[in-house]
């Protein structure tokens, strides 16, 4: 069973930068796409970002591109989220997860969420 515990969130003011760490454990973590999802008050959890198993290939919600940065780093079983010119809009409790694609998007793998990260972008 993998377990993953998501850590880096805080406050910051707007145009701020966070990093974001999602550690994985439980099996082979380099296997899979790995993404980062959020999820803001009285909203559904959204697709953020997601990395390909190699590292080698990305993609990005449109809110999100050209500020955001995923990596990974499969020997430390880490996915990372480098977030720069932060928005209020930002704001929510970030999450990391196995991720599949479909239907032009990318979805969750895991049933399982960790306990996320709360970023808060004040105005």
């Known amino acids: 069973q993998v377990q993953l515990v998501e850590s880096g969130g805080g406050l910051v003011q707007t145009g701020g930068s966070l990093r974001l760490s999602c550690a994985a454990s439980?099996?082979?973590?380099?296997?899979?796409?790995m993404g980062w999802f959020r999820q803001a008050p009285g909203e559904e959890r959204e697709f953020v970002a997601v990395?390909?198993?190699?590292?080698?290939?990305?993609y990005y919600a449109d809110s999100v591109k050209g500020r955001f940065t995923i990596s990974r780093d499969n020997a430390k079983h880490m996915v990372y989220l480098q977030m720069n010119s932060l928005k209020p809009e930002d704001t929510a409790v970030y999450y990391c997860?196995?991720?599949?694609?479909?239907?032009?998007?990318?979805?969750?793998?895991?049933?399982?969420w960790g306990q996320g990260t709360q970023v808060t972008v004040s105005s």
């Open positions: 990395i390909s198993w190699s590292g080698g290939s990305t």
């Open positions: 439980g099996r082979t973590f380099s296997s899979y796409a």
């Open positions: 997860n196995e991720a599949i694609t479909g239907n032009n998007s990318w979805y969750p793998r895991l049933a399982s």
